[in-house]
């Protein structure tokens, strides 16, 4: 029935009404024991990126070093702790992200921008590789003043270099972050928990530079 608007973000009004208990979790990281939930260590800093499927995207940045602890979920959106059956139905508003907490004294958010550009497609819209829809848009959500300005002069440096290759405009949505939702528990570090399964995540298109 909505399948032929999974790639038109619905309004507010339209969007499906959730519920107010968030998704049951583990309260620790499959692969790296630290904890999926706040408070986090003093210093730590958080960052969500939203680039296709969250499976892959999630590993890509568990593996970075000094990533405190990830966690796959739902960003950018209006219903409340969705499930991922809903997410998939384009009525939530929300894409599949991943929250990254890390410690600024080991890894700068522009390192982390590095892989975010260079392991997804951000040219297209409403959508990554195979996978459409806007639960898979390109985002980035940002928790300072200082983050957001880091972003938008990446995406801008990003861009030139795209446009040097001939590759079209990058579509990522670039704003203040919301409230983000846990996403199930089988979503959580999937690719720890099972190492064959599907990762569309890869490098793409130009190498961004190390700042």
């Not at 990126?49 to 970075?64: H, N, P, Y």
């Not at 579509?171 to 399964?197: C, R």
């Not at 569309?200 to 298109?205: K, M, P, V, Y």
């Amino acid at each position: 029935m909505f399948g032929s608007k999974k790639s038109e973000m619905v309004t507010p009004e339209e969007a499906l009404p959730g519920r107010s208990e968030p998704m049951p979790l583990a309260d620790v990281h499959f692969v790296s024991g630290t904890s999926l939930y706040p408070p986090f260590p003093e210093g730590t800093r958080q960052a969500v990126f939203g680039m296709g499927c969250f499976w892959g995207a999630e590993r890509i940045f568990w593996q970075i070093p000094g990533v405190y602890t990830t966690a796959a979920g739902y960003a950018g959106g209006y219903t409340p702790n969705p499930t991922y059956e809903e997410t998939c139905t384009g009525r939530t508003g929300h894409t599949e992200a991943v929250l990254v907490v890390y410690d600024p004294e080991q890894v700068t958010y522009e390192r982390l921008l590095k892989d975010f550009w260079e392991q997804h497609d951000p040219t297209q819209y409403m959508g990554q590789g195979n996978d459409h829809g806007s639960q898979y848009r390109s985002a980035l959500s940002t928790f300072t003043d200082e983050q957001l300005d880091v972003a938008k002069r990446s995406r801008d440096r990003y861009q030139a270099l795209l446009d040097e290759k001939g590759f079209g405009p990058i579509t990522t949505e670039i704003g203040a972050a919301g409230e983000f939702y846990y996403a199930e528990e089988y979503h959580q570090q999937y690719l720890a928990k099972n190492p064959g399964g599907y990762c569309n995540h890869g490098f793409c298109q130009v190498s961004y530079p190390e700042a």
